[in-house]
């Protein structure tokens, strides 16, 4: 194809007015985002949805009874908020893992969340396989919160093996719950070994890269607010009241007042701004574009070499699929037919040429015997001939042997009369 | 033998109960009547109802004679250094009082012994409380050179200090157990430790054993076991129940809840009380529950104590100065955290307790409750014949 080229334009068309057509679009849309948060009970994650989208998703946590505290297994809890703002409005899903690396064998804490991504993926792909595909719900998980405890040392190897399986399938933003734990010092300290050990496992987390259309000064600002992944927040549910008589959400200790909306306190803020005011579109994209797209390359790549170890469980019939499936088998074997005849047919032409030559030759090779014949029963009829001429000849030989015996003879008898005539011949006699 | 004033004080009392001159009083209030004697706070509860049984056994149809009256007495004596009414008074001074500065002499030329455990997960600042408690670098991670990565599996190790303070020597072991709680799987991450404590009653028991012993045995039994619980908030975590309920015969298990910086007030009172829960519905040991108080100003410092269950400490190396001196503390951008304030932390409760008040109870406890449960088990082991000493 070729390229396009840039045209300058005499007057006003018009077409710039299409972002706001799209603007006023989506907006009567409205948005959808899913947000996951993966981490051990008891570091703040309900805390921390409730003080980034500035409402009470989770009410105060119920305890249950001592026997039934401990939980089994990592179960997956989703809530659903629509939120309005300025117009805009936002369907908003949490995905919370309560039970996660809460009890002594943490072996496979993470398959049941691995299990509920796939199965989002493969909701989406069936949507999209769909005949009518019109109002495709999108459950993907568009971000995943990852909660580490604020150790002070570095990654524990749960946290290691869970963002290992996670990293290939959702956007990973790290974060460091509690934070108001930690010194500055330490902070900055706990920082560094989590991203030592981050790169050196060869984790891929979110970047929160560059977007487009930011000049000079925001890319720089970008840069410095990403020095500070992984965000070491701290979550509140409360509104307090601190000496000053400002209401913010912060906690209140008898030593000061944490503020969570407060930048030297913690990273709340810049987690805030970076997830919600700009990436979250990108979010979006990324899922879809390069995780949602590496899982459909995944299964359909399964699909059409259908392989035993294909253990994908699929709660949907998959209909489609099968249809697709059995029509490329059967485009399959009708191309192994064709070949077939095509060989076959091959075959034929040449067995054809073979028996054309063998027919030829055979042809020649009598040509040649009769002609070798004829030549032969010319020879023997000239054999013949010349017999038969010599044998005259023989004949007329003798004959003549005999007329001039007779002659001699009869010479001789007139012989002495004739000696003198005949002596005449020869003078030498 | 009884002194002539021991049997009249006896006499008294015993008429006194025996109204109509029988000689024979009712089983039932001779309890009243020990406690006349000997005075009501001298003897427990336990004690008291030995004593009901004894007479109930010994009474015979018509009540309790004199003379068994005082057999039971007599037992009673054997046990208790307060008298109470029997006591026999002084006529001057004796000088016997000096009997505490000689022992304390002799324990100070001895020196003391204490052996403390440190248990939980990696970061929990284990190695930072244990030198705020002991005012120096003496635990182990801050000692020992090589700073690894976390281990694969649970290591016992430990370092030893002697410390010295107003002439009183204290040679200082500190236990430690990285990699506890750290892995993935952590099952069965507490039988090192097991193995640990069991070993030390081991040792300890071989050479008491033994037929030509030391004149002091030395003593490497943990004394206090710190059980580091992480400040979620919620409630105790399994690993943390599995632990306490398999160590909790075997050692003092003090629990504490540790970086508590980050609790506020009510969510630590909650927390506590949720921690409390668990552990009465386990049915778990820890200490001080588990000891018997002597008599009723201890009761009172333990259940001051026990109220405060399990500590929520902060610990800190960094002194800073605030005002014109330098406290210990956190600094950070919304405020200091001074670790000596009771109303910041609970930090000051757990050192007096450990310290100050309860360390020789510590010993004693291990010594009396749980190094005679281990050698009571082993013994009878041995007796069965399954393993030679």
């Not at chain 2, 001074?93 to 304390?104: K, L």
């Not at chain 2, 003496?138 to 599996?153: G, M, N």
């Not at chain 2, 010295?164 to 507490?190: A, H, M, S, Y």
Request: with cysteine.
């Amino acid at each position: 194809m070729a390229s396009a080229t840039t045209r300058e334009l005499e007057g006003y068309v018009g077409f710039a007015n299409l972002p706001n057509q799209v603007f006023r679009k989506s907006v009567k849309r409205g948005f959808e985002f899913t947000l996951m948060v993966v981490g051990r009970s008891g570091l703040g994650k309900s805390t921390l949805v409730n003080s980034l989208f500035l409402t009470d998703l989770y009410c105060d946590t119920v305890y249950p009874e001592p026997p039934k505290r401990i939980p089994k297994t990592t179960e997956i809890q989703t809530s659903t908020v629509e939120m309005k703002e300025g117009g805009v409005r936002l369907r908003l899903s949490i995905v919370d893992t309560p039970g996660f690396g809460d009890v002594v064998n943490n072996g496979h804490c993470w398959e049941p969340i691995i299990n509920y991504v796939n199965t989002q993926f493969e909701d989406y792909l069936n949507a999209e396989s769909r005949v009518s595909r019109q109002l495709i719900k999108d459950t993907r998980i568009q971000c995943c919160l990852y909660f580490i405890a604020p150790s002070g040392h570095g990654l524990k190897p749960i946290d290691v093996e869970c963002m290992k399986q996670l990293h290939a399938k959702v956007n990973i933003v790290p974060v460091i719950a509690k934070a108001d734990t930690l010194t500055p010092e330490e902070c900055a300290r706990f920082k560094r070994a989590v991203m030592r050990d981050i790169a050196s496992n060869h984790i891929k987390i979110y970047d929160f890269p560059d977007l487009e259309g930011e000049d000079a000064e925001e890319i720089a600002a970008n840069k410095k607010l990403k020095e500070s992944i992984p965000f070491a927040v701290v979550g509140s549910n409360g509104i307090i009241i601190d000496e000053k008589g400002k209401r913010c959400r912060g906690r209140k200790y008898p030593w000061g007042v944490v503020e969570v909306e407060n930048g030297d306190h913690c990273d709340f803020t810049t987690l805030r701004n970076m997830l919600i005011r700009t990436h979250m579109q990108d979010l979006k994209d990324v899922t879809n574009d390069i995780h949602y797209e590496n899982y459909r390359a995944q299964r359909l790549a399964e699909v059409i070499s259908p392989s035993e170890k294909h253990e994908l469980p699929s709660r949907n019939p998959m209909a489609q699929i099968e249809f697709e499936k059995q029509e490329h088998e059967a485009k399959m074997r009708k191309m192994e037919e064709e070949m077939e005849q095509v060989f076959a047919q091959k075959v034929m032409e040449k067995q054809q040429k073979l028996k054309e030559s063998e027919a030829d030759l055979k042809r020649r090779h009598d040509q040649m015997m009769v002609s070798l014949e004829k030549q032969q029963r010319e020879l023997d009829e000239k054999r013949r001939q010349f017999e038969q001429d010599k044998t005259d000849f023989e004949a007329q030989q003798r004959k003549y042997q005999q007329e001039q015996e007779a002659i001699q003879s009869q010479q001789q008898k007139h012989g002495k009369n004739d000696k003198y005539k005949t002596h005449k011949k020869g003078i030498f006699t | 033998m009884l002194t002539q004033t021991q049997v009249a004080v006896l006499t008294r009392v015993f008429q006194k109960a025996d109204g109509d001159n029988q000689g024979y009083v009712p089983p039932s209030v001779v309890v009243d009547l020990v406690t006349q004697v000997f005075g009501s706070a001298a003897l427990s509860a336990g004690e008291l109802e030995h004593v009901e049984r004894r007479s109930a056994s010994k009474a015979s149809k018509a009540g309790l004679s004199f003379v068994d009256f005082t057999e039971v007495v007599n037992d009673l004596m054997g046990s208790t250094t307060r008298w109470g009414t029997l006591q026999t008074n002084l006529d001057g001074h004796v000088g016997f009082d000096s009997i505490q500065e000689q022992v304390r002499r002799k324990s100070l030329k001895r020196g003391f012994e204490f052996n403390l455990m440190v248990v939980g997960e990696s970061g929990l600042g284990k190695s930072t409380l244990v030198n705020t408690l002991f005012k120096s670098t003496v635990s182990r991670a801050s000692c020992t050179q090589v700073e690894h990565p976390i281990p694969k599996t649970v290591e016992v190790n430990s370092v030893s200090h002697v410390i010295e303070e107003e002439g009183v020597r204290l040679k200082l072991t500190i236990t430690d157990t990285p990699g506890f709680g750290d892995q993935i799987n952590n099952d069965r991450c507490w039988l090192p430790v097991l193995d640990h404590v069991n070993d030390q009653f081991e040792r300890y028991l071989k050479e008491e054993v033994s037929v030509v012993r030391k004149k002091r045995i030395p003593d490497t039994r943990v004394h206090a076991c710190l059980y580091f619980i992480a400040p979620t908030g919620h409630s105790l975590k399994q690993l943390d129940i599995e632990f306490m309920k398999r160590l909790d015969q075997c050692v003092n298990i003090i629990p504490v809840i540790a970086k508590a910086d980050t609790l506020t007030l009510e969510e630590r009172d909650a927390f506590k009380a949720r921690i409390c829960e668990d552990i009465q519905f386990h049915g778990m040991n820890v200490y001080p529950s588990s000891i018997v108080p002597e008599d009723d100003d201890d009761a009172e410092i333990n259940s001051k104590i026990e109220s405060l269950l399990p500590f929520a400490v902060v610990g800190s190396e960094k002194e800073h100065k605030r005002g014109n001196k330098s406290v210990l503390g956190r600094q950070t951008k919304w405020g200091f955290i001074e670790v000596e304030n009771k109303a910041h932390c609970e930090f000051p409760n757990l050192r007096d307790m450990l310290i100050k008040t309860h360390m020789q109870d510590l010993i004693e406890t291990t010594d009396k409750v749980h190094y005679e449960n281990f050698r009571h088990t082993r013994l009878q082991r041995q007796q069965m014949g399954e393993s030679n000493i």
